[in-house]
């Protein structure tokens, strides 16, 4: 079956702008997050959705990210107002039923360049 | 809070000599830990996975890990390294008490011919 895909695969933007994210994570799986990998920093936990949940926020790094996820499957990861350190690959992951410990599924990732 | 920590930034091995990747964690309940490779210009793919039971666990191309909690480790290993292993290895926990999952900074695994 089909992985977990990302939209766009690059984005270029310029400094000021927004720019919004896309995940289609696995057919029913229930919990989809985001992460940020940039240079040397590892991958960065950004949010986290289960179900019907509230999602976790926790990692978002500036009130300027936000995310929502529509149906209990895609997610759109939003920033405003984009800055040079955003700049970064945006990772989204998958994984299966909620209250079973079940590894993650990994998309391709956009990678977001800031001017 | 969970957290992880991977104490190299890059580990450079013979091939054909055992390697090790370490990690160490800490959960406030019981960890569920994870281990990812990345190749270059590939995504983040599933290696291993303790949650319970034998504290050695094996998974893919060969690699194990054995999970310690009295030290609080997980630490990757492989008897006999290929040049093929060459890439990103991230660990990873999530609490038993929570769904999110953490990883570590990552650890370039460099294998010489």
Request: charged share 20%; with cysteine.
């Amino acid at each position: 079956g089909a992985g977990v895909s990302q939209s766009p695969s690059n984005k270029v933007t310029e400094k000021g702008k927004d720019v919004e994210l896309r995940c289609d994570p696995i057919s029913g799986h229930t919990a989809l997050y985001w992460y940020r990998q940039s240079l040397g920093q590892g991958l960065e936990f950004l949010i986290y959705f289960q179900g019907n949940s509230a999602p976790d926020k926790s990692g978002l790094p500036s009130d300027r990210f936000s995310a929502e996820r529509t149906g209990g499957s895609v997610s759109t990861l939003t920033i405003q107002r984009t800055q040079q350190e955003d700049s970064a690959v945006y990772l989204c992951a998958s994984s299966g039923l909620a209250g079973v410990v079940f590894e993650q599924f990994f998309g391709p990732g956009t990678r977001l360049t800031v001017l | 809070a969970q957290s992880v920590a991977q104490p190299e930034d890059q580990v450079n091995v013979a091939e054909g000599n055992p390697l090790t990747v370490k990690c160490t964690y800490s959960v406030s309940g019981n960890p569920y830990l994870f281990w990812y490779v990345q190749y270059p210009n590939r995504g983040l793919q599933f290696l291993l996975k303790y949650i319970t039971g034998d504290n050695l666990v094996k998974g893919s191309y060969g690699f194990e890990a054995e999970f310690n909690k009295s030290q609080t480790s997980f630490h990757l290993k492989k008897p006999s390294a290929l040049v093929s292993d060459s890439a990103l290895y991230f660990c990873a926990v999530r609490d038993n008490r929570d769904d999110k999952i953490i990883f570590g900074k990552g650890t370039r695994l460099h294998i010489l011919p």
